[in-house]
């Protein structure tokens, strides 16, 4: 089992404190200006991984949304990618072990894992890539909130796919190889993506570069999207997630992009001169 690595320090390690935020956060996330269609018929979602008490709150929005969508009763398993910051394992490495958070276990759903390793040999069975990375692990416990109120939700079980390499042709790659393995095994999927978006700039320059890449993102614009990243050379550390986010859920027949929240590290700071962004999306 990959036991929790950052709980104490990006999340409570309090079992009733990292509840009581999450159940919260969750509470508290409202989004009126987004289509409640949308909402409800979403295949991937966008959700931001720094400590909770930046970023909590943002992403409070995304797993708001996971539990109206209409699909939640029939989730089998729930692909989470994230970006490797740690510089371990493998380019494309994914985990076959179950986890853990201080709000209990997850099951890997190792059928899928197994299954999705061997699609190309770009993928990897690789446990130290995820040994010390945080961007899937802080997802875990909304998901788990969501599982102890949704019973429906308890069956589901996990893939931990971990980017090193996040070129739009392991994003395009990845993205396909879910999507077959998700139809091989008979499984109702959904797929979040971990990302921040701009890093360690003032407010104003990282949300002029943010609203470029969403705006692609909306737009269902990848290749956009990569391009952005490039050119304005906008931090957002998980824009291959993202991608393969984007290509999911448009195989699936999504036709646009949601902007559910965006927010920096500065508006819980109060210092906006060099901030952290984080935004919460959806694929619908």
């Given at each position: 089992m990959r036991k929790?690595?950052?709980?104490?320090?990006?999340?409570?390690?309090?079992?009733?404190?990292?509840r009581e935020f999450v159940s919260s956060a969750i509470d508290s996330a409202k989004f009126p200006q987004v289509e409640k269609k949308a909402i409800a018929k979403a295949f991937s979602y966008v959700s931001p991984h720094a400590g909770y008490i930046y970023s909590g709150r943002t992403a409070a929005y995304t797993y708001r949304a996971i539990s109206e969508n209409a699909r939640i009763g029939s989730i089998d398993t729930i692909v989470i990618a994230g970006p490797n910051?740690?510089?371990?394992g493998r380019p494309i490495a994914i985990s076959i072990q179950d986890w853990h958070t201080p709000l209990g276990p997850v099951k890997n759903d190792v059928e899928f894992s197994k299954a999705l390793s061997e699609?190309?040999?770009m993928f990897s069975i690789d446990e130290e890539a995820h040994k010390y990375e945080h961007s899937i692990?802080?997802?875990?416990?909304?998901?788990?909130?969501l599982s102890e109120?949704?019973?429906?939700l308890r069956k589901a079980k996990y893939v931990f796919v971990c980017m090193g390499d996040q070129s739009i042709n392991a994003s395009e790659l990845l993205a396909s190889s879910i999507l077959e393995v998700e139809q091989e095994l008979k499984r109702n999927a959904v797929l979040i993506a971990s990302s921040d978006f701009d890093h360690?700039?003032?407010?104003?320059?990282?949300k002029s570069k943010d609203s470029k890449l969403i705006e692609a993102l909306l737009r269902f614009d990848y290749k956009k999207f990569n391009g952005l990243v490039s050119s304005l050379e906008d931090s957002a550390c998980g824009f291959g997630p993202i991608s393969v986010a984007l290509l999911y859920s448009k195989a699936k027949g999504a036709k646009s992009g949601y902007l559910l929240k965006y927010s920096n590290s500065g508006?819980?700071?109060?210092?906006?001169?060099?901030?952290?962004?984080?935004?919460?999306?959806?694929f619908a």
């Open positions: 929790e690595a950052v709980s104490g320090s990006f999340y409570p390690y309090d079992s009733a404190e990292l910051h740690t510089g371990y699609k190309s040999e692990e802080v997802q875990l416990p909304f998901l788990q909130f109120k949704e019973e429906s360690y700039e003032p407010a104003q320059t990282a508006d819980t700071t109060g210092d906006y001169s060099e901030v952290v962004a984080y935004t919460s999306l959806l």
